[in-house]
Nanobody, 118 residues
C-alpha cells in the first residue's frame, strides 16, 4: 500500500508557474514509477509526466518544454514544476504511483485543482 499526499495547486494567470508536490508514505525507491495525471471537466484522465525509479522521464506532448517532473528520494517526494501555464492546463492533477510485484498496482492521491485564468 502507498498513500500519496499532494499539494501546491491553485489559481494562476496564464504564463505563470506552479509547483506540485506529492509525498509518498514509503520510500520511493520501492516504487517503480511515479507520475502526474490530470483530468479536466468532461475529459478523460491523461498522463502528464512520469518518472521511473532510475529517473527516466516521459512527458505528454502538450507539456513538453513547459513542465518538469523530478524526485527527491530523501523526502519521498515527487514534484511537477509547471511553467508557462495555459488555460488549457486547467484540471485536477493527480499523483500516481506504480508498484510492480506479481502484478502492476496503481495508487492515487486525492487530487489538487490547478486553474489557469486567461
Amino acid at each position: 500500500q502507498v498513500q500519496l499526499v499532494e499539494s501546491g495547486g491553485g489559481l494562476v494567470q496564464a504564463g505563470g508557474s506552479l509547483r506540485l508536490s506529492c509525498t509518498a508514505s514509503r520510500t520511493i525507491f520501492s516504487i517503480n514509477a511515479m507520475g502526474w495525471y490530470r483530468q479536466a471537466p468532461g475529459k478523460q484522465r491523461e498522463l502528464v509526466a512520469l518518472i521511473t525509479r532510475d529517473s527516466t522521464t516521459t512527458y505528454a506532448d502538450s507539456v513538453k518544454g513547459r513542465f518538469t517532473i523530478s524526485r527527491d528520494n530523501a523526502k519521498n517526494t515527487v514534484y511537477l514544476q509547471m511553467n508557462s501555464l495555459k488555460p488549457e492546463d486547467t484540471a485536477v492533477y493527480y499523483c500516481n504511483a506504480r508498484v510492480v510485484t506479481t502484478y502492476l498496482a496503481h495508487y492515487w492521491g486525492q487530487g489538487t485543482q490547478v486553474t489557469v485564468s486567461s
